[in-house]
């Protein structure tokens, strides 16, 4: 294959939208603000700032322990990326490593990473899996294939609007928003 020869027409495009649709259907961006909110912590604290002749070094004496904080985050980005059902577990961690990188790696990463991992943190508990679209098609109208029935066939069926309530806690039937046990 020469210079001058172009890629394949469209595997741009279609890598693109493989991508896409793999990043639909996993916390991505919990993942990566997880992922680069580690950086930070380890970097810090191991970083030698130069300032003309003047070296300043931040290495604190919780080195180790920002090492620690820094690559657990890393994985647990890394991990929500291709393990989307411990979102919750990874979520909770990595806000938990977050808060405790404050004293232990120059306030979490100077803030820079503390921040990253809290609100990477965020997003993966707060990810919810999508709902599938619904199978396009020619269904009829009324009850579909496992679907809803329409309005017009409610339970009374004379087309009325009535509360679709299906929890049994309104007024209407003596309940007063108490679920039973049995």
Known sequence: MSAETSAVPGQFTRRRLQFRAWRGTRPFWAGL????????IIYFPYAHLQLGHLT???????GAGSLIIGVLLIVLGISLWFQKHIRVFAGVASILLALVSIP???FGGFVIGFLL???GGALAVSWAPGVPPAPEGGQETGQGQGGAPDAAS???GNGTNQSNDLSGTSPA???NGRHSAG
Do not use: K
Request: charged residues 0%; hydrophobic residues 60%; proline residues 7%.
């Open 173 to 175: 039937n003596g309940a």
């Open 56 to 62: 300043l070094a931040m290495a604190t004496t919780a």
């Open 104 to 106: 232990v790696s120059n």
């Open 154 to 156: 409610g339970p009374a």
């Open 117 to 119: 991992a809290l609100i």
């Open 33 to 40: 603000f997880v992922l680069l909110g580690g950086f930070p």
